[in-house]
């Protein structure tokens, strides 16, 4: 059975943005002498003092390696260690702690992902389906994965507002695709995927369907059991934790069926010249000495965000979102949204007629505001809209509606700089 949280009834985020932002120390620093306005959230957001005093107090009066000493500080450490699992189990709604992996990062994940599904699942005629907005660290693996074992890549194509060609989904998605491997929300458009029923649709054909979480769980409640994802990976970073932290959310008996990915010190059960047999999962797939102190910052992180709630951090930024739509294609000339899916989240990306991406990006920050300009780690999705690059100004929990009306303040001197 799994549970659907009922809907957080207490009063909007937004009232208590400033208590909320007093947490976060680096929200109040000044930028080339302006007010620092951080539109950058999706690359990666700030960490509350919650994080950091939870991580200073695991280094400063916990530290040990952990599952390896009997000494009461490794027992500590390793307690500390598994209640984060039993922290990211619940956040991600997840049945059991053994179905979470530590791993460093989103990156990490997708590439265990592709490298046990690799040996067990591909080859040729048995082909990976990806979407055409997928972030690169879940294109390059898979590339690399099908040269490897012959499988071939296939992907779903998108439409003109940066939604999924769902027609083609259905066409390519056969009993062929061994994988299907999506972002739920895109970190370059901030179209939500249709997730649940993609994951339904790739049961029903036999394939593991390998989720892209990474810019989902910031920005509203996720139960992988309600999604019917397989594998599920997500990076602390991006949800107000700690860098080099992230988990892989993988189904019991999946876990169980994949090889090690790496070796090394706690993965195995036993150990000889002639042969080594593995330990269960998730000890199989975190060799070597974890981010211990990450993972309990990650904790801290999940316990902030919970606390906040959620739905509550999914309706305040979806009032962002519109917000800022409706003001930036009032106000700004000129301005062309890349990615305008009835399903987004927090995330605008966007060109100026006229004005390089990467000198909206400079002049924005000489007015303290930082966004992110580039390809974002998704050439493809800038081929199939026909741009090099786009600005993209992303939110957070702690964003205000001040900070959005100081980015359009912010474009306004660009364009008249550099119109
Ligand atoms: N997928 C998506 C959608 C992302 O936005 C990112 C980070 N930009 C990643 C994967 C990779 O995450 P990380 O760099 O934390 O491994």
Not at 2 to 18: F, K
Not at 27 to 37: A, D, F, N, S
Not at 48 to 55: M, S
Not at 240 to 251: C, D, E, F, Q, S
């Amino acid at each position: 059975m799994t549970t659907i949280s009922s809907p957080d009834a207490r009063a909007p985020l937004a009232a208590e943005l400033p208590t909320i932002r007093a947490a976060y120390p680096a929200l109040g620093r000044r930028v080339h002498g302006k007010p620092l306005v951080y539109l950058d959230n999706a690359a990666t957001t700030h960490k509350p003092l919650a994080v950091l005093d939870a991580e200073r107090e695991q280094a400063m009066w916990h530290n040990a390696n952990v599952h390896r000493g009997v000494h009461l500080l490794s027992q500590e450490a390793t307690e500390r260690y598994e209640a984060a699992r039993s922290t990211v189990r619940s956040f991600l709604g997840a049945a059991e702690d053994r179905e979470i992996v530590f791993v460093r990062g989103t990156t990490e994940a997708l590439n265990l992902a592709t490298a046990t599904l690799a040996a067990t699942r591909l080859g040729p005629g048995r082909d990976v389906l990806l979407t055409g907005m997928e972030h690169h660290s879940n294109i390059v693996p898979w590339q690399l994965a099908c040269q490897a074992s012959g499988a071939s890549l296939r992907v779903v194509p998108l439409l003109d507002d940066g939604s999924l060609d769902m027609e083609a989904f259905d066409r390519l998605l056969d009993g062929g695709v061994a994988v299907m491997a999506i972002v739920h929300t895109s970190n370059a458009l901030g179209t939500i995927n249709p997730v649940q029923a993609m994951c339904a649709k790739a049961r029903e054909v036999g394939a593991i369907s390998v989720v892209d979480g990474a810019q989902a769980v910031p920005h509203g409640p996720v139960n992988v059991r309600e999604l019917g994802a397989d594998l599920f990976a997500f990076s602390g970073h991006k949800v107000y934790g700690p860098t080099g932290i992230g988990a892989l959310y993988g189904r019991a008996e999946l876990l169980e069926s994949l090889p090690p990915w790496q070796g090394g010190g706690d993965m195995i059960r036993t150990v000889t010249f002639e042969g080594s047999t593995w330990a269960e999962p998730p000890a199989r797939f975190e060799a070597g000495t974890p981010n211990i102190t990450g993972a309990v910052g990650l904790a801290a992180a999940l316990d902030h965000v919970t606390g906040l709630g959620m739905d509550r951090i999914a309706a305040h930024e979806a009032d962002l979102l519109t917000y800022a739509t409706g003001r930036l294609l009032a106000d700004i000339p000129g301005i062309n949204l890349i990615g305008t899916a009835p399903a987004k989240a927090g995330v605008i990306s966007f060109t100026l007629d006229g004005i390089h991406p990467h000198d909206i990006g400079t002049v924005l920050d000489h007015e303290g505001i930082a966004i992110r300009t580039g390809h974002h780690c998704a050439q493809p999705v800038m081929d199939r809209y026909g741009v090099p690059a786009t600005a993209r100004a992303s939110f957070g929990l702690y964003t205000t509606r001040e900070e959005v009306d100081a980015l359009v303040v912010g474009l306004r001197r660009v364009q008249e700089m550099l119109g």
